[in-house]
């Protein structure tokens, strides 16, 4: 609703999004100004549409939204998303009474839209799709989606569900953090997160997301100053840092600082496969930053994992005689890409559960070795605040 053909135009940008996807069939456009836009029929009214709709895109002047939400919630759609913003507190208060009878959900205000790229469905004002993964966003901000979006598509990392969930008028965290704890298609969350609303509702929804999946969080307002921008920004206090802090290491969430240990997390959740345990095998062609990997281990509470005779056997194997016969697993500094590959189908099945399972390492080009980190499998633990949770975002080289 909203749909245009007005270059540069919001209403246009999310109709080109929405017709680049795979939703053609069942996609409709409403505006009484248009008989078609992009070669796509438009509709006058909700009204007219020929069947009725699972999700209404809302991208009109703020004075039509309450009631493009009751002609919506009248014609048996279930939710909407509301990519509008600046709607007054009287009006804001319209468009929920209209929505209620009907339990019409509402993602929005002032969001950029929904991306659920396993369904080829981008209904958003962004510039660039996500690619189809397994990485749930939830952002406060719809410029940090963009920014997200940007970065993971230069990694080849994709996602299950983009949600801006922008002023949180009515769907928030609580609910989103409660229904990705049971999609299969989302294997961890990514949170940024301003303010929380209903505290009771987010605390159980995080509890039970964090129980199955892992769930980062980046919060931002940490600081007075930042706090009263957090504030202007969504229309919400962002509270005390102390109490937010507290409450996600109660809830099970690992909360990160800053963007770059976000993206390092995300990065993270979408190539390696997730682990249980806290010994660590630790495979490098440096002696000296194996021990230095050994002490960043020793300092996140975890362990060296002892390495089986068998493992010893199948490494010897396709190591040069000097390696070191231990862990950290040095393989000598003339290693090259073939012996790390060798070194790593050593660690086939079979070669004992004390020794862990090899995992590639990701490194920059300015490390001065590279490596790879194995990890024993043990029993899943759900303890919050478990060592391995700070362990599991670290890079260990």
């Known amino acids: 609703i909203g749909a245009s053909s007005r270059p540069g135009s919001i209403g246009r940008v999310v109709a080109r ?19 078609e836009i992009e070669g796509h029929k438009c509709y006058a009214r909700i009204s007219d549409l020929p069947e009725i709709p699972t999700l ?22 279930r939710a909407g998303v509301v990519i509008t913003a600046g709607l007054s507190g009287e009006i804001k208060q319209r468009m929920l009474d209209g929505s209620r009878p009907s339990l019409f959900r509402i993602l929005g205000l002032n969001s950029i839209g929904l991306m659920l790229p396993h369904l080829g469905l981008n209904a958003t004002f962004a510039h660039r799709a996500a690619d189809a993964g397994h ?9 940090l989606v963009t920014g997200m979006l940007d970065w993971a598509a230069a990694r080849g990392i994709g ?24 999609d ?37 307002g940490r600081h007075a100053a930042s706090a009263k921008a957090a504030a202007s920004h969504t229309g919400r206090l962002a509270g005390s840092d102390e109490v937010y802090d507290a409450a996600f290491r109660r809830a099970g969430l690992l909360r990160v600082l800053d963007l770059y240990e976000l993206f390092d997390a995300a990065e993270t959740l979408a190539f390696v496969p997730r682990l249980w345990g806290e010994r660590l095998t630790i495979l490098t062609n ?28 199948a490494l010897t194997a396709v190591l040069p005689s000097a390696w070191s016969g231990g862990n950290p697993v040095d393989i000598v500094g003339d290693a090259d890409p073939a ?28 490390s001065h070795c590279r490596g790879a980190v194995a990890l024993e499998h043990q029993k899943p633990r759900h303890e919050t605040g478990s060592s391995f949770d700070e362990l599991a975002r670290r890079r260990c080289c």
């Open 17 to 35: 999004n929405l017709l680049a996807g795979d939703l053609k069939q069942g996609l409709y456009f409403v505006n009484p100004r248009h008989s």
């Open 56 to 77: 209404g895109i809302i991208a009109t002047p703020p004075a039509t939204v309450p009631g493009i939400v009751s002609e919506l919630a009248a014609k048996g759609a």
């Open 135 to 143: 990485l749930a966003f939830v952002s406060q901000s719809g410029a």
């Open 159 to 182: 996602f299950s569900q983009v949600i801006s969930v922008g002023d949180m008028a009515d769907v928030d965290f609580g609910d989103l953090l409660d229904y990705l704890a049971g």
């Open 184 to 220: 299969i298609k989302s294997r961890a969350i990514l949170l940024y997160a301003e303010a929380i609303t209903n505290a009771p509702k987010f605390m159980s929804a995080a509890r039970r997301a964090a129980s199955v999946k892992p769930v980062i969080v980046i919060k931002s």
């Open 286 to 313: 440096g002696g000296g930053a194996g021990v230095l990997a050994a002490d960043s281990l020793a300092d996140s509470g975890g362990q060296l994992a002892e390495l089986t005779p068998s493992t010893r056997e």
């Open 339 to 366: 012996r790390y590959g060798r070194a790593l189908a050593a660690w086939g099945p079979g070669n004992g559960s004390r020794s862990g399972h090899l995992l590639p390492h990701r490194t920059n080009a300015a």
